[in-house]
């Protein structure tokens, strides 16, 4: 969709030219009104500007500038395509695609996932979602604004009870169950706080209020923490062949813990995800010589 807009705006800019004349009229009129802008802006108002010439030229800079604009932000789009991880299944392959923070975009057998669609991501060029999983009650996991951005006609979603009472439309999955969707299966993992909290005798994240995820698809098992620390549920997974985990204090965990927790439960490969502020050297350092693959992606991309 973007590659078609650009290619509409130059298309425009092209007749623009054509009609204004010659390449030497365009430079010899918007060169030094651009030039004088950046040192002087109101002295260009008044000298050079491309509007004493004709009114085309505004036009001319206009689509320049939103041209820009969409560059921008389709190499956002670039950046994030190179960062898809694809895993082969029996059934197919999976594309994991990281987005920021905890927003995941998971594609299979035809199929769109979102985990965690949520602001800064925004969701207004990306596919609708066939299914949409959604870990806690926090902003930076539930947002409304993202999850009506990419619900179509049969979305489903499924989420913690605690979600469900503001997602109303989200269907309940607690703490241990189990349900299957499409050639999914789809575990909930206690998520939550062993220690950490806003003040003493309290915690960020209560026991039974969040979800993990264990998504198994074509024999492949994918988890997905959640906000959460090193807990005796996240320990006793079994063959987990890809970990996305998360670490970033006060709220969650160290970088130490959570690789120390990564080596009770050992999957074949791990990512690190909602680390803002982490150091990540530490992470792969405490999982040197375990033989799990430490692959680094950018959540937070600038």
């Not at 909290?197 to 074509?218: C, E, I, Q, S």
């Not at 987990?240 to 670490?247: L, S, T």
Request: glycine share 8%.
């Amino acid at each position: 969709m973007f590659p078609l807009k650009l290619a509409g705006a130059v298309s425009t800019i092209a007749s623009l030219l054509r009609e204004v004349g010659s390449e030497q009229r365009i430079e010899a009129v918007v060169v030094p009104w651009v030039e004088t802008s950046k040192s002087n802006p109101k002295a260009a108002d008044k000298s050079v500007a491309p509007h004493k010439t004709s009114s085309v030229y505004h036009q001319i800079m206009k689509l320049i500038l939103g041209l820009i604009c969409a560059l921008l932000v389709f190499s956002a789009f670039v950046n994030a395509s190179d960062q898809t991880q694809t895993f082969t299944t029996s059934a197919g392959q999976v594309m994991i695609t990281p987005l920021t923070h905890a927003s995941t975009l998971i594609q299979a057998g035809g199929k769109i996932i979102y985990l965690d669609p949520a602001k800064p991501t925004s969701f207004a060029e990306r596919p609708k979602a066939d299914l949409i999983l959604i870990t806690d009650i926090h902003g930076d996991h539930m947002d409304p604004d993202s999850i009506k951005a990419i619900t179509k006609g049969g979305t489903e979603i499924l989420a913690p009870p605690a979600v469900v009472q503001t997602v109303t439309t989200a269907k309940p999955l607690a703490n241990g169950e189990t349900k299957t969707w499409q050639d999914w299966t789809i575990e909930a993992i206690p998520a939550y706080n062993l220690k950490r909290g806003p003040a003493p005798g309290k915690l960020f994240h209560d026991k039974g209020r969040g979800n993990g995820y264990v998504l198994t698809y074509g024999g492949k098992r994918f988890y997905f923490s959640g906000d959460t620390e090193g807990v005796p549920e996240m320990r006793a997974l079994k063959n987990i062949d890809v970990a996305f985990i998360c670490m970033n204090l006060p709220y969650t965990m160290p970088p130490d813990e959570a690789a120390d927790a990564v080596k009770a439960f050992h999957p074949r490969i791990v990512i690190p995800y909602h680390y803002r502020g982490s150091d990540l050297a530490l992470f792969q350092k405490g999982l040197q010589g375990t033989g799990i693959e430490v692959r680094l992606l950018e959540w937070y991309p600038k």
